[in-house]
Structures are given as structure tokens and as C-alpha cells.
């Protein structure tokens, strides 16, 4: 199981350190899919990428996480590499060009088990069968990734990724670059890697409530830097308790449309600024519901079994 | 979280940019040092020439003298001031260096834009064009065309190199130009019927901007030493000095025997510290222009 | 694969019939006619001028129509036919050429070769190593904008002229007899070292900070973030992203052939080097203008070859072009 406790991950820019973690706790259980949603920029990605491997412009600031009951060392990269892959592993949201070019797809798994210590060989039969899984013949491996579909090449990410079988499996906006279809193909993938065993637990980083809808067991909303409402699905999406996770529901017009880059109809103004965020309820200035005590930061607390909530309002709404 | 740092600056609202490109560039050590090196010799070049005491090409002084209070930068075999030939060969590179660069610019414009632009079967043609430009070794067809003028300007001669140096800006235009082309702005601009030339002045050209002016600094570069080089075989302009003409007449006329260093140094230093002083220039430009590259 | 090669060979032989055109066109369309001065010059000369009226008739005849004439010359090239050389009539362009081409090959292989492989090699090694980055790439970009001559003149004065270590001109010692022997072996190779150091040396600094900035990048491309995610060590990501750095410098080196030969030839004339840049100023300080002629449709001839074994190379090399999905659009 994986536990979160304030975590905070800034981004150094010459302008001054942008907080698009600031503060976060939370858990995943074992067997537990959690969808990771909000607008652009609320952070979502960027939890992603600490729980694996921070960029270059991403700052460790402090915070603990746990996987499985030891501690990773997530802001030393060098330390972190052993867990990478064996423990915590991606599907990145780069998939389509996530597999070296100029390098047959077996060979480039070869040769990357080689220098994490492992042989190719022995894991060769198991490949295979996680391929055929998703229905992919074991052709693949000797073919260049250009010979393969946008489709094709994720699912042989998700497979390789998932190879080792992880405990935590990030899944990094994996169907933002799809079809409908095959978007419906991959959540199905997901669901069935976690029920086969192959990953314990997962991040579903998304934008797409919808699909979270059909894959997720519990969902977890983000706005600017700081946890929102986490909850199991069927709550979240029958009675959320934030005002802002209420908003993102009622601005999403049908399955399978998302709201990305667009202005979200039924939430006027943007989210702030990162770079000195204000204090008190960081949604202040959108919500509809504001009042006086929004000046002081609410608190992310339990309010009904697994169900938590950073809103001074939050009581009341759950019960009306 | 990303929305503070990635501001592409190609965005059409890029006038709040402005004011931090200001502040990267002033603080970019490359640009600074590369700006103040070209500025020293663009000066050279402007005002060199009317503080030169002596004519350029007149057999009036002592012969073969190293620098002194009179002869700055000393004499040549024949006695003629090198002081002078240098300023005036720099004015002359300038010159060159700015007419080719403008036209090969302008060509690496027109072609780059229509082909990314239009796609398609213009693209094909004009692709083939760059491709086969490209692809000649355009300094053999300068030797060629130059040997068969009798009389040769640096008009002419900055026209041959514009008119042979376009195709990879062509190239790498078009590129911009066919990203920028599938952006919803020009989409925008399509779906209202505006014409093409409006399109591509109005919205794409803006929008590469910084990439324009990088282009042409490099353009401006490459025919400066194109211009030197072909000076030096002898095929620059009949009726000026040049700083290719100089290392020409140094070398013809054994000061490297006879170790006139005075002689030769200096149009090379110049031309080396130009072009050189442009290319960090344009370093120090792709990191102020680029968010990406910008150091923490 | 074919169908990416195809089109490459298109444009070279359009490239080739373009020169030819532009190398027939230009004597007769510029003003000044250059062909009454070169009737001029050989009248001084009974025997050449009754030798050459022949090949003026083929190839000047501006009695016949001018597609004629143009089919003529296309004729005459075929059959091997650059013309003879007026300064040392009656010696015709093409053995002149073959004389002063293994001098420039001797020069330019080896210089663009090596200097392209331990260009990649350096800029590889200063890319993400900033110790080395802040050496390299300052150094780098003074080197590319360094006039070949001028390097080669610095060159000259510095270990010709003032140390002595090495000899300033010509491509052997002129006491020395041509033939195969060690001593003119030994003699050539001597006389070789300055002129291929400066041409070495002015190539170099490209390729490095070429490499520098494609590792750079593809350091940051997508599937090095994901090997790096999944913990892969820095060597195997390096060595795929050196790999793949190498192929747009494969390309490059077919881009650079032009500028390198121009570099080549005034390389040449500073250490009166028997090459084609020799010939050349030669032709141009004579006024030969068959063997000027000459030497660019060599060496538009050669650069189109080098082109297309670059081509073949870079098809072996890179897997993108041989699965048929053309891999570049060019």
C-alpha cells in the first residue's frame, strides 16, 4: 500500500519557485485503482511524476512517501533507481514515443533488463503471455516501433512497464491520445493487469471523469496544488461534497468529451497562481458557496468512511 | 503547474512576454558578449574608414613596416596602409554579410512559408527546388559564375551568395511554418476567408518571429565568410578591398616567409570574432526565445 | 526503402542536369562575351588556335541553334570531353584534373572523416558534462567561424614559418623525383600534415557542437525519460541517445560535403597544395576558363556521389527508412 503525507514539490523557474505540490497526503490501498483528476495544472501530473522520478526543474521540498512500508528516497534519483521498475513503475503519457526508434522492441527490452540486472531470456515466455493479453502476437518484438500503431506501442508500454509486476502503477493520462474505442480498450487493460495480479495498486492520472467513472474504485480531485475530495466512485460521482468537484461533474457535458484545455463552463475565472498562492480555500474566488471562514484553510478530513473533503461547507452539503 | 513556464511565446497574446524576454536578454551572457563583440566591429566598420589617415589601395608608404604611431597596423610589401585596407575591408564584409543575408532570407521566406503553408503539390515543387539547391555545392557554381564576370561589385557579389544559400532556411521555415499552419489560429483566420498573403504576414510570420531573426543572423554569418572565402580565390569584388582579398595578397605575396604577421592577422581575427560573436549571439537568443533552454 | 532512395537519385541527377545547364549557360549569357577574349588569346597561339577551332565549333558553334548547341555539349561531356587547358595547351582539362585529384581526395577524406568522428566523439562527451561543455562549445563555435584559409595561414606562419617544423608549400619536396619510393612517400606525407590539421580542425568544431546539442536533445526526448523512469543506469541511456544522435550527423555530413570542399581548395592555395584549388586559382589567374569548367563539374560530379553513399549509409543505419514508412520526407 502506498501512503502519502504531505508532499511538496515546487518548480524552480527564474521567477520563483511555482508550489504545484503544496502539501499533500493521502493513501492507496492494495487492489485500489485511484483516479487522479482536475483541471490543467492543478498538480495531477505532477504527483504522478514524484511518486517515480522527479524532473530536473522539479524541487523536492518535503514530505514522506511509503510503498509497502519502506520509505522511498524520491528526492535522490540515484537512490530512488532500485525501486524504479521493480517497485514503483509508469505508463507514461508519452506512450506513442515512449520506445527507443532505432531499436527492435525485444532487443530494447533485452537490453534494459540486462542493466537493471535481469535476463531477458527467462522473462521471454511471460512477455509473450502479457502480449497475447492484450492481444498482441509476439511478432511484435522483432519489429521497429514504427512499424507498429499509436495503439499498439501503448500497449506494449503498459505491458513492459507492468512487466516486473510493481506494486504501484502510475497510469499517466494514458488514454488522452485515443479514440473513444481504444480508450474503452485500455481501461478494460488496466482493470485486468490489476485483477490478474500484475500491479497492486494504481494512479489513474486523468482528465477524463468518464472513464475514471468505469475503471475506478475510488476518485481523488486536485485543485491548484492541493487535494480537494477524495472518495470512493459511486460517491464522488452521486454525492460529492465539494463545491468545486460538484462544478467539474456538472461541467461535463457526456462521456467521453473532456474538458481539458477549455474554460469550464460552469466555473467562471481560472485557477491562481502558483507561483504565491493565496490563503484560505484556494477556490475561494471561483466558488459559489464562499463565505467568511473561506479566509482560513480548510482542512482535508474525514467526513464519512473514506470519504475526505477540504471544504468548511463540506459537512453540510453531504447531509442536504 | 507548468503555465508559468511554458508560455510559448509564439502565442498571438505574446506582448506580456515582451518585458521578460527583455529581462532573459540582459541577463544572457552569451547574447551580451556576442552583441558587444559584433557592435565593436560594426563601429570598426562605420567609422573606421574615416579615421583611417591614409588611402586603402595607394603605394605611398614605407614598405613592409610593423605597426607603428603612423601605420597603425603597419604596412604592406608594397606600402600600403594595412589600417586602412582593414577598416575598408570590413565595411565591404558588412556590406556583403548584409545584402546576402537579406536576400537569402527573403528567398528562404518566400519559399519556406508558401511550401509549409500550402503543402501539397507547391510544396513538392518548391521542396524539389531547395532539394536540388541544396544539394549543388553552390561554391563551386559561385566559382564558375564568378570566374565569367569580368567586373564584379559587392552587389554582385552578395547577390550570388544570397541567391545560393537559402535552401536550409528555406527548410527549416517550412517546418514552422507547417506546425504553425495547424494551430488554431490560423485555422481561425483561414475559416474567415482571409487571403494567404495575409495569413502568412499576419499571423504565421509574427508568430516565428524570434526564429526569423535567428535565421537571418545565421544567413548573415555563413555569406560573410562565403564572401571571404571567395575574395580569397581571388573572385571578390574587382573594385574594393576586402578582408578575403587582404589574406589573398598576404599569402600571394610570401608575408608568411617573410613573417608580416600584420599582414594577415587581422582580417582573419575580424572575421573569425565576427562570425563567431554571431553564432553565440544566436546561442544566448535561442535560450532568451525558448523557455526550455533558459538556465535555473 | 527503393522508394526513399529513388527520390533521392531523382534529385541528384536533376541537380546534375541542372549544373551542366548552368555550366553551359554561363559563358554564353554573360555580358562581355568570354569568348572572343579566349579567341583573342589563343590567336597569340598559331597551334592552339588551329586545335581548339574544332572544339569551338562543337561546343561554341553560335551558328547552330541553341538547343543544338546545348545537345553538343552534352555530348562532348560524355565522351569525357572537359576541353584543353590553355595555359598548358595542349594538355586537355581531364588529365590535368585526374593529376590534382588524388592530392584534394588525399586531403579532404581524411579531414572529413576523422574530423567528423572525433567531432562526434567530443561533443558527445562535453553534452550534460558541464566542465567539459564550457570548454568545448566556446571553442567549438570560434573554430566553425573560422575562415578555412585563415586557420591555415595562422598555421603555416606559426609551425612553417616561425618554427620550422614544417614545410610552408607544395605537396613534396621539389628536389624529389615522382615515383614510388619511401623517401617521396615520407616527403608527401610531411608536406600533408599542416594542410589537412587546418582542415581538420575547422570541421571539427562543427560536428562537436552538433553533437552537443542532438544528445542534448535526444536526452530529453521521450523515450529516455521512460527508460529513465524505469530506472535504467545513465550508460545504456547514453548509448542509445549517442546512437541516434549520429544518424542527423550522417545527414549533416552530406549537407557540409559543399562547404568542406570550398574549404579545401583555399586550403590548397595557401600551401600551394597541387590540388584542384591549386588548378583553380590557376585557371582563374590564366583566364582558363575549360579548366575552371573542369574542376566544378568534378566536384559537383563528386559531391552528388559522396551524396548518395551517404544516402545508402544512412539506410543501413537507421531502421526508420527500411521498414518502408519512409523515414525522411525529403
Known sequence: MLAVSDLKIHYRTLAGSVKALDGVSFSVADGEIMGLAGESGCGKSTLGKALIRLEERMQYVGGEVTLDGTTLPIADDWAMNPYRFRKVSIVPQYAMSALNPTRRIGRMIDELLAARGLKGSTLRPELERRLAVLGLTPDVLGMYPIELSGGMKQRVVMVLSTLLDPSLLIADEVTSALDVASQKKVAGALVEFRDRGYVKSMIVVTHDLAILAQIADSIMIMYAGKLAEKAPTRTIVEAPAHPYTRLLLGSLPEVGIRFEDKRLPGIKGRPPSLLSPPVGCRFRDRCPLAFSKCVEEPPFIEIAAGHQVACWKADAHAQG | MTSTTDSAPASPAAKAGRNEILYFALRNPKLLIGAVVFTIFLLGAIFGPMLATHEPMTFDAPPGMPPSADYWFGTTLFGQDVFSQFVNGLRSSFIVGTLAGFTAAIIGMFIGFFAGYRGGFVDEVLNMLTNVVLVIPTFAVLLVVAAYLSVRGLGTEAAFIGLTSWPWAARAIRAQTFSLTSRDFVGMARLNGESTLRIIFGEIAPNMSSYLVMTFILLFGGAILTAATLDFIGLGPTDSISLGLMMNYSVMNAALQLGMWWWFVPPGLAITAIVGSLYVMNVGLDEVFNPKLRAL | ?330
Do not use: C
Open chain 3, 1 to 330: 526503402m527503393l522508394r526513399y532512395l529513388a527520390r533521392k537519385l531523382f534529385v541528384y541527377i536533376l541537380t546534375f542536369i541542372v549544373a551542366v545547364t548552368i555550366d553551359w549557360a554561363i559563358p554564353r549569357f554573360m555580358p562581355g562575351n568570354p569568348v572572343d577574349a579566349l579567341v583573342s588569346r589563343i590567336a597569340l597561339m598559331p597551334d592552339a588556335n588551329a586545335a581548339l577551332t574544332s572544339y569551338f565549333m562543337a561546343a561554341f558553334n553560335l551558328d547552330q541553334p541553341l538547343w543544338q548547341q546545348y545537345l553538343n555539349f552534352w555530348s562532348a561531356l560524355f565522351h569525357g570531353d572537359l576541353g584543353r587547358s590553355i595555359m598548358l595547351f595542349p594538355t586537355p582539362v581531364t588529365t590535368l584534373i585526374g593529376r590534382a585529384v588524388p592530392y584534394t581526395l588525399g586531403l579532404l577524406l581524411p579531414s572529413i572523416l576523422l574530423s567528423w568522428y572525433v567531432g562526434n566523439v567530443v561533443g558527445a562527451l562535453a553534452a550534460r558534462r558541464k566542465l567539459l561543455d564550457n570548454s568545448v562549445l566556446p571553442l567549438g563555435y570560434l573554430l566553425t567561424a573560422t575562415p578555412y584559409m585563415w586557420l591555415g595561414i595562422l598555421l603555416a606562419w606559426v609551425l612553417g614559418s616561425t618554427l620550422g617544423w614544417f614545410p610552408l608549400a607544395f605537396g613534396y619536396d621539389q628536389s624529389l623525383k615522382v615515383e614510388w619510393s619511401w623517401q617521396f612517400f615520407g616527403s608527401l606525407l610531411y608536406h600533408w600534415v599542416l594542410p589537412f590539421a587546418s582542415l581538420f580542425m575547422v570541421a571539427l568544431g562543427g560536428w562537436a557542437i552538433g553533437m552537443r546539442n542532438m544528445i542534448i536533445y535526444e536526452l530529453e526526448s521521450d523515450y529516455a525519460n521512460y527508460l529513465m523512469a524505469l530506472g535504467a543506469p545513465q550508460r545504456l541511456v547514453r548509448k542509445y541517445a549517442f546512437r541516434n544522435a549520429m544518424l542527423p550527423q550522417i545527414t549533416g555530413l552530406a549537407l557540409q560535403l559543399g562547404a568542406v570542399v570550398g574549404g579545401a581548395l583555399v586550403t590548397e592555395i595557401v600551401f600551394s597544395y597541387p590540388g584542384l584549388g591549386w588548378l583553380v586559382l590557376s585557371g582563374i589567374q590564366n583566364q582558363d576558363y575549360f579548366v575552371i569548367q573542369g574542376v566544378f563539374l568534378f566536384i559537383i560530379v563528386g559531391v552528388l556521389l559522396a551524396n548518395l553513399i551517404v544516402d545508402i549509409v544512412y539506410v543501413i543505419v537507421d531502421p526508420r527508412t527500411r521498414v518502408g514508412l519512409q523515414g525522411d520526407a525529403a
